[in-house]
């Protein structure tokens, strides 16, 4: 089994498990499992691609629509002093997915994680999000460590 920290800053609560036995996840931007030791546990509810005055980002472009998804997580995680090296599960909901719509949504998350080895990702196809015109949906599990004071 290979487990390898997230960052040094990380280290002691999430390690990434991506056993050896098993194919190459991070190539596709996700890993099999993530390991994490205590720290609070945030929920962050699923990110559509809604700007800060409710404004869709992005219409008809998936892409676009996904890196809007991501920077509202970010912001979710910046809000408690979080990045997304503190996440530990990602699910991505697209609306009627086929294969040509990977490409899209794995090159913007790879963008959101840069050198982070990325968290499990589970990516579904779905009939519909909340509105019409939202394409893609992504909501997390993210873990804080504690700090002692």
Same mark, same amino acid.
């Given at each position: 089994?290979?487990?390898?920290? /997230? ?18 996840? @991070?190539?596709?931007? +996700? ?13 962050? !509810?699923?990110? &559509?691609?809604? =700007? ?6 992005? !219409?008809?472009?998936? /892409?676009?629509?996904?890196?809007? !998804? ?5 912001? %979710? ?6 990045? $997304?090296?503190?996440? &530990?599960?990602?699910?991505?909901? @697209? @609306?009627?997915?086929? $294969? =040509?719509?990977?490409?899209? %949504? ?5 963008? +959101?994680?840069?050198?982070?080895? $990325? ?6 196809? %779905? ?5 019409? =015109? +939202?394409? &893609?949906?992504?909501? !997390?599990?993210? &873990? ?6």
């Amino acid at each position: 089994m290979t487990a390898t920290p /997230a960052t040094p800053e990380t280290a002691l609560f999430r390690e990434a498990v991506n056993p050896s036995t098993l194919y190459d996840s @991070v190539q596709f931007g +996700f890993s099999h499992a993530v390991l994490h030791r205590g720290g609070d546990v945030l929920q962050l !509810a699923g990110q &559509v691609a809604w =700007d800060a005055d409710c404004q869709l980002v992005g !219409a008809g472009d998936l /892409a676009l629509q996904t890196r809007q !998804a991501l920077a509202n997580l970010r912001a %979710v995680l910046a809000a408690v002093g979080a990045t $997304p090296a503190n996440i &530990v599960r990602l699910r991505t909901y @697209v @609306v009627n997915h086929a $294969p =040509d719509k990977l490409g899209p %949504v794995l090159g913007e998350i790879a963008q +959101f994680y840069g050198d982070v080895i $990325p968290a499990p990702n589970t990516f579904l196809g %779905v009939q519909a999000l909340a509105l019409p =015109d +939202f394409l &893609v949906e992504i909501e !997390a599990t993210a &873990v804080i460590p504690r700090r002692d004071g």
